[in-house]
């Protein structure tokens, strides 16, 4: 089965400094994985994705992922921290054997103080 | 343009009502159409999904039905709501390609009271 771990239900970083939002996952198969971020009272808006090739992916808004096989994870990170940044981020994953379900991580509220 | 329009945005409903909300997709054919619940700001569960007109899976047993008409039209639907069905529905495509990312629209927040 697939599972998808947000490890901090919280992150609070100054703006300016550089930030990190965790997650790892479990699949079966060939893991497909994804960031979205939402804001108060919206739907979630995409970022970036890995399918395969460079275990660094750029996205929307500055944010970048590493995907690490060894430790499946896929850390999104953004080198410098905005306070518009501010809002809860989830990561995804799709299994490569199980075509239809996205699986979501609990979600992690980024906080980024001025 | 691949825009997710939902409706109503707002609904307060009493206990016992009936519901319908409703998702249209535009510029794409036959997508994937999935109805998430997002309860208090957090985690998202999937409730159904659908890959064409008629065809539902039900992911969570619940006291909610979907419909899908038409290739473009997801439906969301009770026939009498409890308290705990109060939360912000989501209704999201995917394209056929398994590398396809989810689209999410608006939502619809529900209040049962």
């Known amino acids: 089965a697939q599972s998808v771990a947000q490890p901090e239900d919280q992150v609070n970083v100054a703006e300016g400094n550089p930030l990190t939002v965790k997650c790892t996952y479990s699949?079966?198969?060939?893991?497909?994985l994804f960031w979205y971020v939402q804001y108060p009272n919206r739907g979630l808006q995409f970022l970036l994705k890995?399918?395969?090739?460079?275990?660094l992916v750029k996205g929307s808004y500055g944010f970048e992922a590493e995907f690490n096989k060894s430790q499946t994870s896929f850390h999104l990170k953004k080198p410098s921290a905005l306070v518009s940044d501010s809002a809860l981020y989830f990561c995804?994953?799709?299994?490569?054997?199980?075509?239809?379900?996205?699986?979501f991580g609990p979600g992690t509220r980024l906080s980024v103080l001025p | 343009s691949q825009t997710i329009h939902q409706w109503p945005a707002t609904l307060v409903q009493p206990v016992g009502s009936p519901l319908s909300l409703e998702c249209t997709v535009e510029?794409?054919?036959?997508?994937?159409l999935y109805w998430y619940r997002q309860a208090a700001g957090r985690g998202l569960q999937l409730l159904f999904y659908?890959?064409?007109?008629?065809?539902i899976s039900s992911e969570v047993p619940q006291n909610l039905s979907a419909s899908r008409p038409q290739d473009r039209q997801f439906i969301l639907s009770s026939k009498k709501l409890l308290l705990s069905d109060s939360g912000f529905y989501l209704c999201?495509?995917?394209?056929?390609?398994?590398?396809?990312?989810?689209?999410f629209g608006e939502g619809s927040r529900l209040t049962v009271l």
């Open positions: 699949v079966s198969g060939n893991p497909y």
């Open positions: 890995y399918i395969t090739g460079d275990n």
């Open positions: 510029g794409t054919s036959n997508p994937n």
């Open positions: 659908s890959v064409g007109i008629g065809q």
């Open positions: 999201a495509r995917s394209g056929t390609a398994i590398t396809g990312e989810l689209f």
């Open positions: 995804a994953v799709r299994d490569g054997n199980y075509g239809q379900n996205f699986v």
